[in-house]
């Protein structure tokens, strides 16, 4: 089993950077592909930006694209979301969560373990 635990979320005014970190609480995690998704109130988990097993290849989703990054540390075993520009709609629960495979993936159904989510709000 693998436990991650998020952090680094809060309160921001809009046009504000904050960078979320998951740490993973085994070494198996670093062979997977991970990724964070958002979920608003009243509205569907989605898919924000995932990462390869080592890093090379990321994905992001449209709504986010030129305003968040996401990376990874394989010896810390974390992975980060660096948002900036942050607008209101980015309000959310962030949860971040590891594939079952090494490559990316935007699909919910292709990750495993979920961390339990953190707050990011977004004032205006």
């Known amino acids: 089993q693998v436990q991650l635990v998020e952090s680094g979320g809060g309160l921001v005014q809009a046009g504000g950077s904050l960078r979320l970190s998951c740490a993973a609480s085994?070494?198996?995690?670093?062979?997977?592909?991970m990724g964070w998704f958002r979920q608003a109130p009243g509205k569907e988990r989605e898919f924000v930006a995932a990462?390869?097993?080592?890093?090379?290849?990321?994905t992001v989703a449209n709504s986010v694209k030129g305003r968040f990054t996401i990376t990874r540390d394989r010896a810390k075993d974390t992975v980060y979301l660096q948002m900036n520009s942050l607008k209101p709609e980015d309000t959310a629960i962030y949860y971040c969560?590891?594939?079952?495979?090494?490559?990316?993936?935007?699909?919910?159904?292709?990750?495993?373990?979920w961390g339990q989510g953190i707050q990011v709000t977004v004032s205006s």
């Open positions: 990462i390869d097993w080592n890093g090379g290849t990321t």
């Open positions: 969560a590891t594939s079952r495979s090494a490559a990316v993936t935007i699909t919910q159904s292709s990750y495993r373990y």
């Open positions: 085994r070494r198996t995690a670093s062979n997977n592909a």
